[in-house]
């Protein structure tokens, strides 16, 4: 577990002192995948960067168990660690970026041996350890490859083993997804969520865009100018964002609402339900009752369905109270009343 607790970093300019942290708690839990996510200039990569200590804190402490022996040991804080303990520590956390950092005059197979070799794994287990790497990541055919004849998602998929030669307990990712076209991009973020659940590696994924969260992530934090807005799982984030910040970004156009007639409106909140279910044409079919989308704003996530819907009911009362009837009847939803509503 990693526990962030009053971590603040300041740092100097020639205009003063300009606080990139400021008190910030946060627990990631062993083996999620975390998001931390915010605007640019939020503190995302500073906060990452304290995690390992390639940033210091200017205050506060960096606590993560099972770095030095088996997991579930106390909590050591890396801020007061020796430098030899933090050397130790450190090869049990790696990072990937957003433009891979490889070697470039060296094969795929020597640039994952890298981290092996300055750590002193004897060279024949080193590159056994490579290969097996390479086909974790899908390209057991790149090994004598050079990083200039990779694409973009390639070099990336590298830079992934790499980072797991030397048998990591968390992994940072960087912005590692932000050079990548849509495509590459989801191939990344699955192989990152297969590697968490195949090896139990705790995962820490730095971005601005939601879309990243809600792809992999099991919690999420919202940074906000340095200051930690709000955290939880990615559903009750997502379902109920509690700060501004955080209805930015989960809902960054809000809820659009045409102008079309109704004689009521209800604003339903999709809580975690089944994201295949069909519920308007539910309603249509069930109920012989047609209603108008006036808004949306929903997502799926991981086949839950999470978000806003502003319906317009019929004129006919009747009509409208089957509707209403019928939605409260559904698991996972809440219905409530617009009476403000000027369409």
Do not use: W
């Amino acid at each position: 577990m990693i526990e962030l607790q009053n971590v603040s970093k300041v740092f100097p300019t020639p205009d003063g002192l300009f606080t990139a942290l400021s008190r910030v708690n946060l627990t990631i839990p062993d083996e999620s995948v975390f998001g931390i996510v915010g605007m640019s200039g939020a503190g995302k990569s500073t906060l990452v960067r304290c995690i390992n200590l390639l940033e210091k804190p200017t205050e506060g402490s960096v606590r993560i168990s099972g770095l030095l022996s088996a997991r579930g040991e106390e909590a050591l804080d890396l801020c007061q660690m020796t430098p030899a303990q933090l050397r130790q520590a450190r090869r049990s956390i790696s990072m990937i970026f957003q433009q891979f950092n490889l070697l470039m005059q060296r094969t795929c197979l020597r640039n994952i041996c890298f981290p092996m070799e300055i750590a002193g794994v004897p060279a024949a287990e080193a590159k056994k350890r490579a290969l097996e790497l390479l086909d974790i990541v899908g390209l057991p055919d790149k090994a004598e490859a050079y990083p200039s004849q990779l694409s973009g998602g390639q070099k990336q998929r590298i830079a992934i083993a790499r980072a797991l030669a030397s048998d990591p307990k968390i992994l940072l990712c960087d912005e590692a997804t932000s050079a990548l076209d849509p495509n590459t991009t989801r191939a990344i973020l699955r192989l990152i969520q297969d590697i968490n659940k195949r090896l139990g590696i705790t995962v820490v994924v730095i971005t601005h865009e939601m879309a990243v969260v809600e792809e992999i992530c099991t919690h999420v934090a919202i940074l906000d100018r340095g200051i930690l807005m709000e955290t939880g799982t990615v559903e009750e984030v997502f379902n109920n964002p509690q700060t501004e910040a955080g209805r930015r970004l989960v809902y960054p156009e809000g809820v659009r609402i045409d102008p079309l007639p109704a004689a009521d409106v209800v604003r339903i909140a999709f809580n975690g339900g089944s994201s295949y279910e069909p519920l308007i044409a539910s309603l249509a079919i069930d109920c012989g009752v047609k209603v108008n989308i006036l808004g949306a704003d929903t997502r799926n996530i991981d086949g839950q369905a999470f978000g806003t819907m502003l319906l317009g009911l019929p004129e006919d009362k009747n009509e409208a109270a089957k509707a209403m009837n019928y939605l409260k009847a559904q698991k996972d939803l809440t219905v409530e009343e617009v009476r403000d509503y000027h369409g």
